[in-house]
Structures are given as C-alpha cells and as structure tokens.
C-alpha cells in the first residue's frame, strides 16, 4: 500500500483554530520561543525547510510573496494566521510597525549589559572606542552606535 503524502493544505488547516472575540485564527501547532507558529513543508527532493505559519497562511490565501517581504499583523497576535490580519511589507515596514504600537524594546532591562548611566558615561568620554568597548565589556560597534546615536537615540 503506497501512503500518500498529505497537501500543505491537509497538514495546515487541522492546527487553526478561530477565536471568535478577536477573530484572530490561532495556531496550535509547533510555536517558538516568540509564540510564532511554524510548519515544515515537504520542499523538492523531500527536504523539509521551516516556513513561518502566518506567511504560509498569507502564501496560501494570496499567492506566492515577492523576495525580501515580510508577512505583518494587524492584530499583533504571533500565533494569529487569518489572512485578512496579515499585510505585507517590507523589513522597516515591520520595524516602523512595532515602533508605532509601542513593542520595540529598548533600554535598561531588555537584554542589554548597559544602563542609562553608563550611555551616558559613553557619550561623555574621550576615550577610543576600542578602549570604550573593553571596559564595558561590549562589542566595539556597540559603542559606535551608542556614541552616533544609532541606538540609546531617546537617551540625552
């Protein structure tokens, strides 16, 4: 007896669940750490790659999605993949995006060896960059952006 391989959409659909308060149709699949659902989808030659389930969602309701575009929510549920709460755009469309709902981390707490205090002993210093990094214990680029503004950019 030969088994038939299931179509994407035969393994995807089961893991869908809407939620009728949100409308948002939450995944119960495979999550990572971030809550994002994903599927590995039988690719040519039986490989198996890691597809994000909201883009596979967007991919199966509208088409294939150009190189280098990301697949957006609306709600800003990770496990959401209704179609109609995804959008596409670009990298700084999602950056903007995040910006604009108040999720971008940043500062004290959020991952970072740095406080405000010593940012702004950064700033001050005269010192090389490289001597900079060495004595906090960071990456040289690290301190070339805090010291052109490209991170800390809020801190005065």
């Known amino acids: 007896m030969v088994r038939r391989i299931k179509t994407i959409s035969e393994r995807f659909y089961p893991f869908v669940n809407p939620e ?3 409308g948002c ?3 119960s699949g495979v999550t990572d750490s971030r809550g994002y659902g994903y599927v590995r989808p ?3 030659g039986g490989q198996r790659r890691k597809v994000s389930a ?4 967007y991919e199966l309701e509208f088409g294939e999605i150009k190189k280098g575009m990301s697949v957006l929510h609306r709600c800003d549920t990770p496990s959401c993949v209704n179609p109609r709460h995804l959008f596409l755009g670009t990298q700084a469309d999602n950056m903007l995006d995040m910006t604009l709902k108040n999720r971008r981390s940043r500062g004290e707490g959020h991952h970072s ?3 405000e205090t010593m940012v702004r002993e950064i700033r001050s210093s005269s010192e090389t960059q490289r ?3 060495r004595k906090y214990e ?3 680029q690290t301190i070339c ?3 052109h503004k490209r991170t800390w950019a809020w801190l005065t």
């Open 42 to 44: 039988y690719a040519s």
């Open 113 to 115: 060896k740095l406080t």
């Open 54 to 57: 909201h883009r596979l969602a």
């Open 131 to 133: 001597v900079l990094a």
């Open 20 to 22: 009728p308060n949100t």
């Open 25 to 27: 149709f939450l995944w």
């Open 138 to 140: 960071v990456k040289f």
């Open 145 to 147: 952006d805090i010291k």
